[in-house]
């Protein structure tokens, strides 16, 4: 499932630099085609520069730098994931036109078909192919819905890409993608997960930073998304104020000694599991379809606890995964020793990596 915002070149790379610009810490892979698959050369995790209440394109380019410098790479062709405040991401039904044009009319009238007028914004859509061909006696009936494609649309303020791609450029770098940060968990399961992703039913959850994203999958197709307001900030805020400790301790017992704050990280994140246990009701309502597994990623995931709370709130099996288990590994020795623990933070790059392949 490919989404970017835009792509430089016709031509499609052979290597990339993927940058998810989270909301605490930044995470960027270097990823190569090998044949009929990926390579993983490198990541990094930088600090993010959070506390900027303003956009600056001086400040991002050094950021850039920095990472890239960080990954130590020749490349210098970049995708930038971007996060859940910055783009919008919804379904719609559009005529039967090209992608091109699909653009155009969204941006002359998005309220018709996004319900909500988007004045400027630039967008990209995907078409999502139909899960199944029509019966011969359902033809007549659905003679009305086969003139509209159902369409995944992201949009984006056009003044945020325009200071994105200045950033790129003073940082000395390439754009070739701009990738809301919702479509990279689809796009890293689909690979990691085919058979899952084609026939399956599941749920996939990255806890961020700041939000988590909730998206619903039947027979590869994103039937449900959400954006819920609590990550892993919150979590970690909560158990510092209660037990009267700095942040980075808070982090540590969130991630290390869970268990020694048991009431307390439970109450904290209980919220997340009602409105994941919500969302699992209203697609199983709607698509008379059960959903028996549910894919945790994002840095919270780390923590055996958060994810038992989880499981226990909803009632169905959590199961932390991979991004890169369907990748060819030419990692540093260090890095391959820590790849087990990182991975999972690594999952939005990932899947926004692959858009640009």
């Not at 995708?79 to 036109?97: C, F, K």
């Not at 982090?251 to 020694?260: T, Y």
């Not at 590994?329 to 999952?347: I, R």
């Amino acid at each position: 499932m490919e989404l970017p915002f835009l792509n430089s070149s016709a031509r499609k790379r052979d290597q990339v630099i993927a940058i998810d610009l989270g909301g605490r810490t930044t995470k960027a892979i270097h990823l190569q085609r090998k044949g009929d698959g990926y390579a993983l050369l490198r990541y990094a995790q930088m600090d993010a520069p959070v506390q900027q209440k303003a956009f600056s394109a001086d400040l991002l380019a050094e950021h850039l730098k920095s990472i890239v410098g960080t990954l130590d790479v020749k490349t210098r062709f970049v995708t930038l994931s971007i996060g859940v405040n910055d783009a919008i991401v919804r379904q719609a039904e559009m005529p039967q036109i090209p992608l091109q044009d699909m653009r155009l009319i969204l941006k002359a009238n998005s309220k018709a078909y996004l319900q909500q007028d988007l004045p400027n914004h630039i967008f990209d859509c995907h078409i999502m192919p139909l899960r199944q061909s029509p019966k011969s006696d359902d033809k007549a009936r659905l003679g009305a819905v086969s003139q509209k494609f159902k369409v995944l649309v992201a949009g984006v303020k056009k003044q945020f890409v325009d200071d994105l791609l200045a950033a790129v450029s003073k940082a000395g770098l390439v754009a070739e993608g701009i990738v809301p940060g919702l479509i990279g968990p689809l796009n890293a399961f689909e690979l990691a997960m085919p058979v899952l992703f084609n026939k399956g039913v599941v749920a996939l959850v990255d806890v961020g930073f700041k939000n988590t994203t909730i998206c619903l999958l039947q027979d590869g197709e994103l039937i449900l998304s959400r954006v819920v307001a609590v990550g892993g900030d919150r979590f970690t805020s909560g158990l510092a104020e209660s037990m009267g400790i700095s942040y980075a301790e808070a982090e540590g017992i969130k991630m290390g000694m869970a268990g020694e704050v048991q009431a307390t990280l439970e109450a904290l994140v209980t919220p997340l599991g009602r409105e994941l246990r919500a969302s699992i009701d209203f697609f199983e309502h709607q698509q008379d379809k059960h959903i028996g597994q549910v894919f945790i990623s994002g840095g919270s995931a780390r923590s055996e606890f958060i994810v038992k709370i989880l499981e226990s709130e909803i009632a169905t099996a959590c199961k932390v995964w991979s991004p890169v288990t369907a990748l060819q590994l030419a990692l540093p020795s260090q890095q391959m020793a820590e790849l087990e623990l990182v991975a999972p933070q690594l999952t939005v790059a990932v899947g926004s990596a692959l858009a640009s392949f």
